[in-house]
């Protein structure tokens, strides 16, 4: 019994090691999916998924080094957890830190007009923005007055019926 223990709790790399395994591919893969665009985050397609789970297995001998140990397994578990809540906590408390991670809104459509430049940008075609207004029952750009996609991949739409009543 005491063998099994040792085999599941015994590490073969030093915690720092993989402390700072875990830490950069972390950080390397949330620059990466910000890089890629907020748009793949939220409306995430049967291709952004896959390149989520091939990503996943293509960087976890990167984290764990060899060290398949209970152990090893429970130290990268809490170290990602902990990442998280620090790049949370620095979200929260710093613009410049939220610029970077979680990035900026961006105005796709104004006074019913499309904001073209911000829609390359943005790597948007007009045909995904349609459907994504489709499916907040908007089915023209003249109706709307503000169309953002949000940092989050989200879109906001204020149609220019509820803008005039939000001025009265």
């Known amino acids: ?26 950080l390397s893969i949330l620059l990466l999916l910000r890089i890629s665009g907020k748009r793949q985050l939220g409306q995430m397609g049967a291709t952004e998924f896959v390149s989520i789970l091939l990503i996943s297995n ?30 949370s906590f620095l979200t929260y408390r710093s613009q410049f830190c939220s610029r970077i991670f979680e990035g900026t809104p961006t105005l796709l459509i104004h006074k019913g007009k499309l904001v073209r430049k911000n829609l390359q940008e943005e790597r948007l075609s007009i045909t995904e ?39 009265n």
């Open 58 to 87: 293509a960087v976890q001998n990167s984290m764990n080094g060899g060290d398949n140990s209970l152990t090893g397994g429970l130290v990268l578990a809490a170290v990602l957890i902990a990442l998280s809540t620090l790049i």
């Open 1 to 26: 019994m005491n063998a099994l223990f040792n085999n599941l709790t015994q590490m073969n790399l030093p915690i720092i090691n993989l402390v700072i395994r875990v830490s950069v591919v972390y």
């Open 129 to 167: 923005l349609k459907v994504l207004l489709r499916k907040q029952g908007i089915h023209d750009f003249q109706s709307v007055e503000t169309a953002v996609l949000e940092a989050d991949g989200s879109l906001s739409v204020t149609k220019k019926d509820e803008a005039a009543f939000d001025e």
